[in-house]
């Protein structure tokens, strides 16, 4: 069974670094076409794309956040890993993981449940 | 990277059929063929509706369809049910890799 699971801190300071994890069972981050992105989604408001980073350890941002956000993956692990630097009251949601295999079905056929976050003082 | 517009609302009663649109540019939903429409209910992840502009993963509803013409990608829905109450969001590829999700449609069956 393909699963993704986002874990990660549930309360945030202003300014201080995100670090959030995906741990997916079921596939492997290393096998082609596999990407797996990040996806955010503030209360009440539309979801927001924010990275991706693919098999062969290409990886790309949301022009919007380029400069705050680094991926990065664990291979044997089973984990990819999202960083968000300076965070703001604005950054507050629902964070996703998602995989996306390129050919069949290229969308993002498999979520995680979400993990939220509050950024407060 | 603009957001996607989709109208906040659509709503019918039950039986009827109803579509949500999802306007994009020619950089993205007019240059690809990677159009899906996701299903959101209250409190859960989204999930996959249609792939690809029209395609139904395995378990999907046949009531569930999708099209793109130029910019404007839509899903529709018919046989209306109350199960279908949700947030529908549509998400495009917009090149190099990354993506672009739709403003959201919140459905409301009367």
């Known amino acids: 069974q393909v699963t993704l699971r986002e874990s990660g801190p549930a309360l945030v300071r202003p300014t201080q670094t995100l670090t959030l994890t995906c741990t997916v069972s079921?596939?492997?981050?290393?096998?082609?076409?596999?990407?797996v992105s990040w996806i955010r989604q503030p209360p009440g408001k539309a979801l927001e794309w924010l990275a991706v980073?693919?098999?062969?350890?290409?990886?790309k941002y949301s022009t919007s956040l380029t400069t705050r956000l680094t991926i990065s993956k664990d291979t044997s692990k089973n984990q990819v890993v999202l960083t968000m630097t300076n965070l703001d009251p604005v950054d507050t949601a629902t964070y996703y993981c998602?995989?996306?295999?390129?050919?069949?079905?290229?969308?993002?056929?498999?979520w995680g449940q979400g993990t939220t976050v509050t950024v407060s003082s | 990277q603009s957001a996607l517009t989709q109208p906040a609302s659509v709503s019918g009663s039950p039986g009827q059929s109803i579509t949500i649109s999802c306007t994009g540019t020619?950089?993205?939903?007019?240059?690809?063929?990677?159009v899906a429409w996701y299903q959101q209910h209250p409190g859960k992840a989204p999930k996959l509706l249609i792939f690809?502009?029209?395609q139904r993963p395995s378990g999907v509803s046949n009531r569930f369809s999708g099209s793109k013409s130029g910019n404007t990608a839509s899903l529709s829905i018919s046989g209306l049910q109350a199960e279908d109450e949700a947030d529908y969001y549509c998400?495009?590829?917009?090149?190099?890799?990354?993506?672009?999700f739709g403003t959201g449609t919140k459905v409301t069956v009367l």
């Open positions: 998602a995989r996306r295999l390129i050919g069949d079905p290229d969308a993002f056929d498999i």
């Open positions: 079921g596939f492997s981050l290393s096998t082609s076409g596999i990407c």
């Open positions: 980073i693919d098999w062969d350890d290409d990886k």
């Open positions: 020619s950089s993205d939903v007019g240059s690809y063929k990677l």
């Open positions: 690809q502009v029209s």
């Open positions: 998400c495009s590829y917009a090149g190099g890799s990354t993506f672009v």
